[in-house]
């Protein structure tokens, strides 16, 4: 079988940290070229990573390449239509999250996904935990019988990225849209993915940018608003949601808080026949009589290089992805939903 020839696009430190040596290591996978709109930087990354071209901007590289696959590692105003762009040249692709800035751009790339036949991934790297597959697991085979509530948390005390990441031009929300969207979508996804009705939200700015000493944050890659500085996001986000099926999901996502630090992806879910927890991870079910809580040790393993792996054998057998695009679509329902609602101080009927 011949190597499926990929391109990464958005070379900044996700697409350092995870995507270019997992492509680079795969068996199955030719690394061919590399693009960014800062040129010197795709140099260095070809340089770095054995690629051989790099290119100045996606369209130069689409237009020169041959490729079956791309990662998509920009920052969020540009990945529909990146994708967009890659669809229309048969490309699959990986998009990192969030995968779209609004719930307009979701459904154009679903419709686009939809028509071309093509893989397109949603980059949901906490789906692929050897650690949350066991409690999707369980709750698929009914152990915990039905979910009917969840929460879930990521609370960075002092933890607010520089860049692009603080601008809503770019980023289309601070740390709902940033790192939220992990938790949301994994509680979602462990809770079996019930359809969404009405979402309560609010989105407080109450304390960065701070001048807190001994505090080193996350620094984009990117040029982007580095010198603007501009931080017009939330620092901290809560929602409610209520699904259609009468279960509840309670979020929390913060950059900033004066509260305990727990930058850990916490999920904890409740059902009629037993529960569970994430970090650490533990089932609670009724034993012999007695209310029992089993703490699990699994293997940690590497979930980037999964969800890599995951992708690459969609590629290869064109079969739909764990994390798609029409998932992906209601993720963003629920984040616009959380938005609109903080905006209106009302509920959001989905």
């Known amino acids: 079988m011949a190597k499926k020839r990929v391109g990464v696009i958005g070379i900044g430190s996700i697409a350092h940290m995870f995507h270019l040596e997992n492509y680079r290591n795969h068996p199955d996978v030719e690394l061919v070229a590399v693009a960014d709109t800062d040129k010197e930087r795709a140099d260095k990354a070809a340089a770095d990573f054995d690629v051989p071209r790099a290119y100045g901007s996606a369209e130069e590289m689409f237009a020169s390449e041959e490729l079956d696959a791309v990662s998509i590692c920009t920052f969020n105003q540009s990945h529909v239509p990146l994708a967009l762009l890659a669809l229309k040249h048969g490309v699959d692709v990986l998009l990192e999250k969030p995968m779209a800035m609004n719930v307009e751009e979701a459904l154009s790339l679903k419709g686009a996904a939809a028509e071309s036949g093509r ?109 603007e500085g501009v931080y017009d996001v939330e620092d901290l986000g809560t929602a409610y949601i209520l699904f259609k099926n009468g279960a509840v999901l309670t979020v929390e996502a913060s950059w900033a808080v004066n509260g305990s630090q727990d930058d850990a992806v916490k999920v904890d879910l409740f059902g009629s026949k037993g529960g569970a927890s994430l970090e650490p991870l533990v089932l609670f079910k009724d034993t012999a009589g007695l209310s029992v809580e089993h703490k699990l040790e699994v293997p940690s393993g590497d979930f980037y290089k999964k969800e890599i792996d995951h992708f690459v054998q969609c590629v290869i057998s064109g079969r739909t992805p764990l994390s798609d695009v029409p998932q992906g679509t209601e993720v963003i329902r629920m984040l616009e939903a959380i938005r609109v609602s903080s905006e209106t101080n009302d509920i959001v009927k989905l």
């Not at 979602?188 to 701070?210: Q, R, S, T």
Request: glycine letters at 12%; charged letters at 20%; hydrophobic letters at 40%.
């Open 119 to 227: 893989v397109v991934m949603v980059g949901m790297s906490h789906r692929y935990r050897n650690d949350a597959q066991v409690i999707h697991a369980a709750v698929q085979n009914g152990e915990l019988g039905e979910i009917y509530f969840a929460k879930t948390r990521i609370l960075r005390r002092r933890g607010v990225p520089l860049g692009w990441f603080t601008a809503s031009e770019y980023s289309g929300g601070g740390p709902m849209m940033d790192i939220g969207v992990h938790v949301l979508d994994l509680a979602w996804w462990l809770m079996g993915c019930p359809e969404p009705d009405k979402v309560v939200g609010k989105l407080f700015h109450k304390i960065a940018p701070y001048e807190t000493d001994g505090v080193s944050g996350y620094v984009a890659y990117s040029h982007e608003n580095k010198e």
